[in-house]
């Protein structure tokens, strides 16, 4: 049989490309068309610690472990951010009032974003904890505004932010 | 063909083996890049924007999704049978607060806490199986842009007192203010 082959003058074999190339053509535009690179999903991980970690081994453990114990999604932080939200037709779930609490007190910074960032830069160069940060928003506060914040926050250089129960 | 009568050479045709390359590596481009959407990821939820969520870790499978969104009965309407939407009708209104898992009627916080406990319990034993300490499953929360930050904090709460350690917030990526936009 091969040898038959090697003799014959016969017309060489041609791959029909044509059907492949339009199969392909369709599902590239299908592909094309249903691509939406800019609502690109993401995460952001909070963690807590662990049952095994928060259980006290002695007396002084408990006392400096008590805020956490009392509430694991809080960490402890030198810093708390305080967000108001007023239901008043105009500000409906959006930020009104923005305020810095810290051991000295409470201070409020307005209800500007940006300056929130700046006096977080100040205070990430004086205090002790520069990576935890504590957020404390009103329950009707919408979630964006919420992420907004932490936005502020990371930021500044506080990298861990967690949450605490809002008032009321 | 007519044109060709004078000589017998052979017929033109075009190369198409290198423009049939590219498209099948543009085919491929796309295809790997598609986002298909997961059945467990809900399409009504209009996740708010944020810079600092980091891209997903699509290899840990041990998750659980909790989608939390003000109640709006036209996104069930043409979605759930008859005597699903009557019920769902009268357990909310609009602008509720509704909590939606996989497989899983729109549920209240009373009975999301009796799905995480089972779903705790379940997983409590898969990891004694296992021989692990804890139970590493993943909360991932995804919240409505719209939602209120008391109800998202209900959640997770209600998760940590449950027994679970670990949480995901989701968010779609924002560009940050000094790059482009």
């Known amino acids: 049989m091969t040898t038959r082959r090697k003799h014959e003058e016969g017309p060489e074999p041609t791959l029909p490309v044509t059907p492949m190339l339009d199969m392909a053509f369709q599902l590239l535009a299908f592909f094309v068309m249903t691509y939406h690179p800019s609502d690109l999903e993401g995460q952001m991980e909070l963690s807590l610690p662990s049952e095994s970690i928060t259980q006290a081994k002695n007396q002084e453990?408990?006392?400096?472990?008590?805020?956490?114990?009392?509430?694991?999604?809080?960490?402890?932080?030198?810093?708390?951010?305080?967000?108001?939200?007023?239901?008043?037709?105009?500000?409906?779930?959006?930020?009104?009032?923005?305020?810095?609490?810290?051991?000295?007190?409470?201070?409020?910074?307005?209800?500007?974003l940006d300056n929130l960032r700046d006096e977080l830069?100040?205070?990430?160069?004086?205090?002790?904890?520069?990576e935890n940060i504590k957020l404390q928003a009103d329950a009707k506060l919408k979630w964006q505004e919420v992420l907004n914040?932490?936005?502020?926050?990371?930021?500044?250089?506080?990298?861990?932010?967690?949450?605490?129960?809002?008032?009321g | 063909m007519s044109h060709g009568g004078g000589g017998e050479g052979a017929a033109a045709e075009p190369n198409l083996t290198p423009l049939l390359d590219v498209v099948l590596q543009l085919l491929m481009f796309f295809m790997m890049c598609v986002n298909f959407v997961s059945e467990q990821v809900n399409e009504d939820i209009k996740l708010p924007r944020s810079q600092a969520v980091k891209p997903m870790d699509k290899s840990d499978p041990d998750v659980l999704f909790v989608n939390v969104k003000p109640f709006a009965l036209q996104d069930f309407q043409d979605r759930?049978?008859?005597?699903?939407?009557?019920?769902v009708r009268e357990k909310f209104r609009d602008g509720d607060e509704c909590i939606l898992v996989s497989g899983k009627e729109p549920m209240r916080q009373q009975e999301l806490r009796v799905?995480?406990?089972?779903?705790?319990?379940?997983?409590?034993?898969?990891?004694?199986?296992?021989?692990?300490?804890?139970?590493?499953?993943?909360?991932?929360?995804?919240g409505h842009r719209e939602a209120d930050y008391g109800k998202v904090w209900d959640i997770l709460d209600?998760?940590?007192?449950?027994?679970?350690?670990?949480?995901?917030?989701?968010?779609?990526?924002?560009?940050?203010p000094g790059g482009a936009t």
């Not at chain 1, 967000?83 to 810095?100: A, K, W």
């Not at chain 2, 705790?120 to 990891?127: E, G, I, R, S, V």
Request: net charge positive; charged share 30%; hydrophobic share 40%.
């Open chain 1, 121 to 130: 830069k100040k205070r990430s160069e004086t205090v002790e904890n520069k």
């Open chain 2, 158 to 176: 209600m998760c940590k007192n449950v027994g679970f350690r670990r949480f995901m917030l989701r968010a779609l990526t924002k560009n940050t």
């Open chain 2, 80 to 87: 759930l049978p008859a005597d699903v939407l009557a019920r």
């Open chain 1, 149 to 167: 914040v932490m936005d502020a926050c990371h930021q500044a250089g506080f990298k861990n932010v967690s949450f605490v129960k809002p008032p």
């Open chain 1, 61 to 112: 453990q408990v006392k400096s472990d008590a805020a956490a114990e009392k509430n694991p999604l809080e960490l402890p932080a030198d810093v708390t951010v305080i967000v108001r939200t007023q239901h008043d037709n105009v500000n409906n779930g959006l930020i009104s009032d923005l305020s810095l609490q810290d051991t000295a007190g409470v201070h409020p910074v307005g209800n500007s």
């Open chain 2, 115 to 142: 799905w995480l406990k089972q779903e705790y319990d379940d997983a409590k034993l898969a990891a004694e199986k296992r021989g692990d300490k804890e139970v590493k499953t993943a909360i991932v929360i995804r």
